[in-house]
């Protein structure tokens, strides 16, 4: 299996070098889209990986295209490589749409700015890692925080950098699968998402979100000001677009450390937990911004990754199940319910319930019954409702 280990290169002068050979990456990026595109107007076909990559080891050892050395050969083949699995996305989303299999559109790879470029990746050649946490790029020698081992083969080192101008390194390697290791608790619970209370669980718990980007909205709206009232092109709006970035950045790291610490918890504490299944569009038209600031979407990525290290089950069921308007006590339906009704009464059975606790149990239920566990009788799955 991959596993990918990532440490911060220390900033200095030399580091200058890495930043000209992203943006070279860039400018490379933007004429391989150009050729793509010229290409397919004169005949009318996609320009197929091993031609563009023969081409561009042509343009190479011409003298107006020179530069492009300061990137290695195979950081370009990279890129090429990158374009065509986009093309290659592209055109299968065309033929999946046509089938009805998706309604979800991918637009093929467009033009990018050299200073919105990111990373360069090099594969066998270019680099070399040395001890005492350097590693040596071309001809440079750069140092990284290496915060722990890198275990097995490296296939891949990506250098990368953030919207603030700090570089990290990527490494990916091989590595064996480890057993799982984990005494297991025999718990289980249902969890209802919601935007007052992140997480509710069918047996009482709840998760309250941090929300970050609300919590710094007046630092955002003050660097904001600041960057727009900086002459465009000078060092003042350079340094007030680097302290908008750091402040963007704070509060994603705030988010980031929220989702894994709840992850890990919640994957210690539970042996199998069921999920219901978000319309992340829908969310989004209703509530826009809240919901990106949760980060529901991320946190499920983190959970089910969390949970395959640790042994965990996460369940999902399905997307259209009324686990709100349905009485977990008899069953019922109760097609009467809004979004603003928080505590409703069941007008079969009289039980009253929170909306919250309610919808965690009866996706608790369901999880277990649509996924082969143990059947989960009514009293049990409502203790605490």
Not at 98 to 120: C, D, E, I, L, Q
Request: hydrophobic share 35%.
């Amino acid at each position: 299996m991959r596993k990918t280990f990532m440490y911060k290169i220390y900033r200095c002068k030399r580091t200058k070098r890495l930043h000209r050979q992203i943006n070279v990456g860039g400018a490379i990026y933007n004429h391989c889209i150009a050729l793509h595109k010229r290409y397919y107007r004169l005949y009318k076909k996609h320009l197929s990986l091993s031609a563009l990559q023969a081409h561009l080891a042509k343009l190479k050892r011409l003298p107006q295209y020179a530069w492009w050395t300061q990137l290695g050969s195979q950081a370009i083949q990279e890129i090429a490589r990158r374009i065509d699995k986009g093309y290659q996305a592209f055109f299968a989303n065309g033929k999946a749409r046509k089938a009805g299999t998706t309604t979800r559109r991918v637009g093929t790879p467009t033009f990018r700015k050299v200073r919105n470029a990111k990373s360069f990746t090099l594969t066998q050649a270019g680099w070399k890692l040395l001890d005492d946490h350097r590693l040596k790029i071309g001809s440079t020698v750069y140092k990284y925080a290496k915060s722990r081992e890198i275990a097995g083969p490296i296939k891949t080192v990506t250098i990368k950098r953030d919207a603030l101008g700090d570089l990290y390194v990527y490494f990916s390697c091989i590595v064996q699968e480890q057993p799982i290791d984990r005494v297991m608790t025999g718990k289980s619970a249902g969890f209802d998402f919601g935007l007052t209370t992140y997480l509710t669980g069918s047996d009482g718990t709840a998760h309250q979100a941090p929300q970050p980007f609300t919590h710094s909205l007046k630092a955002i709206a003050k660097a904001s000001r600041q960057l727009s009232s900086k002459k465009k092109g000078s060092t003042n709006r350079q340094q007030a677009k680097q302290h908008l970035a750091r402040v963007h950045k704070r509060v994603a790291n705030q988010r980031k450390d929220f989702h894994w610490s709840l992850a890990r918890q919640l994957c210690t504490q539970y042996d199998r937990i069921a999920l219901e299944t978000l319309n992340m569009q829908g969310m989004k038209a209703l509530w826009g911004r809240k919901v990106s600031d949760l980060g529901f979407a991320t946190f499920l990525d983190t959970l089910h990754h969390i949970a395959s290290k640790t042994g965990t089950a996460v369940h999902h069921i399905d997307k259209w199940f009324p686990s709100t308007k349905l009485c977990s006590v008899c069953g019922s339906l109760n097609t009467r319910i809004t979004l603003r009704d928080r505590v409703w009464t069941c007008p079969d059975c009289g039980a009253t319930h929170r909306r919250d606790l309610n919808a965690a149990v009866n996706i608790f239920r369901e999880g277990a019954s649509s996924h082969g566990g143990d059947h989960v009788s009514q009293a049990s799955a409502c203790s605490g409702c």
